[in-house]
């Protein structure tokens, strides 16, 4: 059945009312409902926020918004047709239906070619090769760590081994918790339960809950989960306020906070010793998140027992194959180096957003309107692409046509480097910054901004002391 029938019965059956921009704005900012605008529609979200298979924060971002690229950006024409009718509380008022932006206009036209051409159909000899390289690499690992009188070195290769599979895994799990491989919910959960949980013992549920925050809210300081990285690393002088975290449900220290007025003035010089331990953070976070129930509402949390249970069977495989070592210095160095070469995943993600610039503005003001409100435009400004040659695919794994990623999350990432060209011409036609760099280029983008930060600190806290001491 269309689309438009649906909508036609479901406001027969309502009273409808109409509304302009500011009026969604206002209850919004009131908080009374949770309630966007797709299109000419007014959508309420208040009763569906527990059930939202994708969080209740990425709908709470977005409320008194237009949220039309969002919703046609993460979820495919089926669920739009399903489940839109049900939650129509009312229409824009005729003057206010095509008040939308020429970039965000354009998008919706690209994004709709894309569907056309099939760029968003899976290639499923692609993973089929990695699967194939997951379990060569995975039986490997075990040859080598089980067979007698191995040398050091042959350990150490196992090491390295184990680190690429978490990282390529860690690839594929990023395309299923975006339901980019079957497009099918269920089945890519289970995908990334696998490759997640059971192969890299790193919470798909988790991902997924930070995930969907990072691409709705890029680069916002309140708000953006992945740039939250005090007291270690602090990506943007907005930091400094002690900023209140809308995910963590938490403040962010630093100006009361030791450690991190230790390491943010040398944060350039300590980028990549942090990342050298990123690992073991994946794995506190994941288990603080299926234990605890915070973050979400219950939809996220549906499959928390089978996750903890995933965790479980990683956590025996991994242990039993460091029983096999011989020795302490051994497993010790096996640990440090499997994990510590996965720091490489850690940077790539970092070089796409710590360069940029952050917002911290109201998401919605009956004012004025945050400068970054499109879907398209956030995006852009926040994220950065790494040129590399196509032979190099493999090892960047699609974390380097990153703001390709952002525009059209949804897309196989087999299709990312042709989507490419049309994204960056789209960006080009609509007086938007494409921003991409070579990877040794890019990193001295992220190390110079984190130095910039770093030399802001001492100054940032002599005007405190002396606010203080004023007052």
């Not at 839109?84 to 009312?90: E, H, V």
């Not at 206010?96 to 932006?101: G, K, L, P, V």
């Not at 099939?118 to 692609?126: A, D, E, M, V």
Request: charged content about 20%.
């Amino acid at each position: 059945m269309a689309l438009s029938h649906l909508i036609e019965e479901e406001r027969k059956k309502k009273d409808i009312k109409l509304y302009t921009r500011q009026e969604v704005k206002r209850l919004a900012i009131e908080k009374k409902q949770i309630i966007v605008i797709f299109k000419d529609k007014v959508l309420n979200l208040t009763k569906w926020l527990p059930y939202h298979p994708g969080g209740n924060l990425p709908l709470e971002h977005l409320s008194g918004q237009d949220a039309t690229d969002h919703i046609l950006a993460f979820h495919p024409e089926d669920v739009i047709r399903e489940r839109l009718p049900k939650l129509i509380c009312g229409f824009l008022v005729k003057d206010e239906e095509f008040a939308i932006s020429k970039a965000s206009l354009a998008w919706r036209k690209l994004n709709l070619k894309l569907e056309e051409d099939g760029y968003y159909k899976t290639n499923y000899n692609f993973y089929l090769r990695e699967f194939i390289k997951f379990f060569f690499l995975f039986f490997s690992i075990w040859y080598i760590c089980t067979r007698p009188d191995q040398s050091f070195f042959n350990y150490m290769v196992a090491a390295l081994l184990t680190a690429t599979l978490w990282h390529q895994g860690a690839f594929v799990a990023h395309d299923a918790g975006h339901s980019g491989i079957t497009h099918d919910k269920q089945i890519d959960t289970l995908v990334g339960m696998f490759l997640g949980n059971i192969v890299g013992g790193v919470s798909i549920g988790w991902w997924k809950a930070t995930h969907n925050v990072h691409h709705i809210v890029t680069n916002h300081v309140e708000h953006d989960c992945d740039i939250q990285h005090l007291p270690f690393i602090a990506c943007s002088t907005k930091f400094f306020k002690n900023v209140y975290s809308s995910f963590h449900k938490r403040v962010i220290e630093f100006q009361n906070s030791p450690i991190a007025q230790f390491f943010v003035p040398i944060q350039h010089y300590t980028f990549y010793i942090v990342l050298l331990f990123g690992r073991f953070n994946l794995y506190a976070q994941s288990f603080i998140y299926l234990i605890s129930g915070l973050y979400s509402k219950q939809a996220m949390h549906t499959w928390d027992k089978y996750e903890l249970a995933c965790l479980g069977i990683f956590w025996t495989w991994y242990s039993l194959l460091l029983s096999n070592l011989p020795d302490k210095t051994t497993i010790v160095s096996f640990i440090l180096l499997s994990h510590g070469l996965a720091f490489l995943l850690h940077v790539q993600i970092i070089i796409s957003h710590f360069g940029l610039p952050c917002d911290d503005q109201p998401l919605v003001s009956i004012e004025s309107d945050n400068p970054l409100k499109d879907f398209c435009v956030r995006n852009l400004s926040g994220t950065m692409d790494v040129d590399c040659p196509q032979w190099m695919d493999w090892v960047h794994g699609g974390l380097q046509f990153q703001t390709t990623h952002h525009l059209f999350p949804r897309l196989p990432r087999h299709n990312l480097r042709a989507v490419r060209e049309l994204a960056m011409k789209f960006a080009k036609e609509n007086d938007l910054t494409y921003h991409h760099y070579q990877f040794i280029k890019a990193n001295g983008v992220v190390l110079g901004k984190l130095q910039e930060v770093a030399q802001q600190v001492k100054y940032y806290t002599h005007v405190a002391a002396n606010l203080e001491n004023h007052h």
